[in-house]
């Protein structure tokens, strides 16, 4: 085989192989670093959320213990005074709460 055509024969079509071969691979590594560079900006997103609800959470959980014990507190009173002078005194409670909230809101009229 001369040279000439070893070089038509064999060599160009492997270089353009090799050329189309190395293309193909440019645009997927720029694929995969593009992939990349957003995945990693939706996992450091997602970690923010994430915090922002293990905050969230912490806060929820406190406010509900102390609402436990609220309740257990509540409910001995009902134990002891009866339901009824409790409920009573909670509607006391409220009508003078509302009495107060209208004579604010007349107050601020004026």
Do not use: H, W
Not at 48 to 75: C, F, G, V
Request: charged share 35%.
């Amino acid at each position: 085989m001369t040279a000439k055509s070893y070089k038509s024969k064999v060599a160009e079509p492997l270089i353009k192989r090799l050329k189309s071969l190395i293309k193909t691979l440019m645009v997927r590594c720029f694929q995969a670093i593009d992939d990349y560079q957003r995945l990693n900006q939706t996992n450091a997103s997602l970690y923010r959320s994430n915090e922002r609800l293990k905050s969230q959470n912490k806060q929820l959980t406190s406010d509900n213990n102390r609402l436990r014990e609220e309740i257990k507190d509540y409910k001995l009173l009902r134990k002891v005074f009866g339901s009824r002078q409790i409920d009573s005194l909670l509607e006391q409670a409220r009508q003078s709460k509302q009495r107060g909230t209208r004579f604010r809101n007349k107050e601020n009229e004026r």
